[in-house]
């Protein structure tokens, strides 16, 4: 017992001794970290960054981060949200709806302003799309059409509507792959063809020439699987611009397409080649130009990638907001719009595009559309009239030539039968002679004998 007390105060005395060396130790690494703290603030709201390069006054920890603003849509941008499109959680159209920052939820299922096609109307026969497509600077996206496939006739009202809105100076943006393609070509009368075995293996880099919005893009976009459809640069018509490509291939582009009055008084406009514009305005026929962007990408992933970007970018160029302030100022890559059946100069086109906004104009508007609506409706019922009409004259026509064709067939009978009768007559009175001749015959011979 004696020598674990003796231990026991030995130890004790040795730990009072370290008491005073652990304390000293402990605050100097406090004044150390002090000292690094107030050094490194210094630095940070002195102006100069660690490399010694001017920047704001930051946060410790945030030096190296960009700057993150609230993403917010274009107000002049519609999204297509018809029954081509897929809904469901994991679907493309889901993912660009939330890209774009559209939607609530109301009844079970993602509702807004901006939604075409979503009340049961088709989008391309809806008033709103006429009312649309007569006015300036709106932008349409088309998730990829992965359940139906718009089908009209192309040379009617609708697909003459579908090209109206785009050569009216607004955008149309599809994306996806093989079906956006078909419906450029189907719509639009152009021949753009697919990569050689409809598939690019890219990388596809950014031109220099791209619009202003999409230089925040990557210069690099990628190959992701097969989930990119690219076409051939020589298919591409006049008017075309290659934004992000391989020597040979294209996935994103943007075509520029026209349309002129036609020389046919009452026809429909015309489409003419971009380069043709000046000449179509020097014969007093208005010309007007829109864009048609093509993104070959299926939005399937549902991280983010590279390619979001880039509908973020193509949306905005329109954009009131955006540098070109939708109307197209950057004389380089762009030219002023002669919005069609107007004569005003380019000024008075842009302002009056920009006061359609109130209600009273969209509401003559919509008057002025339901009229020629109508004056439409009656006109293909005086047609179908005419038509019926004339179809029936043909067949009455018919008629009283087979009518015809009886009764001279009955009139032939009727003279075959008289004639047969009188011949029979003639028989019966030939034979009567010839009894009687004979009977005279036979009385004489009797006599004589």
Known sequence: RLRMAAKM???GERRRGMQPQLAILMAGVAVTAIIAVLAVAAIGYSGQSLDGADSPNELLLKVHLEAHEPYSPPPNMY?????????????????IRHLLHLGQIEGGEWRDPMFLGNNGVATFRSQRFRRISSTCCSTIVIPPMEWDFPVYNTHKIIG?????????????????????????????????ELADGNYSPGPYRRLETVPEELKAAPSIL????????AVKKESLPSGAEVLWGTPRS?????????????????????????????QCEKEGRPCSCGYLMYIGYTYHEQFPTRWDKVLRGAVEILSPHSKHGGSKADKD????????????????????????????????????????????????????QLSEDQESHEVKKARVQKLAQHQSHASEDALLRNSVLSLSNDMHQLTGKVSSLANEMKAKKGQQQ
Not at 354 to 359: F, L, M, N, T, Y
């Open 9 to 11: 105060a030995a130890d």
């Open 79 to 95: 999204l297509w949200w018809g029954p081509s499109t897929n809904h469901r959680f994991v679907g493309s159209g889901e993912h």
């Open 160 to 192: 003459q509507r579908i090209r109206n809105f785009v050569a009216n100076g607004n955008m149309l943006v599809l994306t996806g792959g093989i079906l956006a393609v078909e419906f450029i070509n189907s719509y639009f009368f152009y021949n753009i």
């Open 222 to 229: 990628p190959q992701k699987g097969i989930s990119v459809t």
């Open 250 to 278: 294209s996935p994103v582009f943007m075509i520029k397409f026209c349309e002129a009055q036609s020389p046919n008084e009452g026809m429909p406009p015309i489409k003419v080649l971009p380069r043709d514009c000046d």
């Open 333 to 384: 890559s762009y030219q002023s719009l002669h919005i069609m059946h107007h004569g005003h100069d380019e000024e008075e086109e842009h302002a009056s595009r920009g006061r359609e906004h109130a209600s009273g104009q969209l509401a003559e508007a919509d008057q002025k559309i339901q009229l020629q609506q109508q004056e439409i409706d009656s006109l293909e019922k005086q047609v179908s």
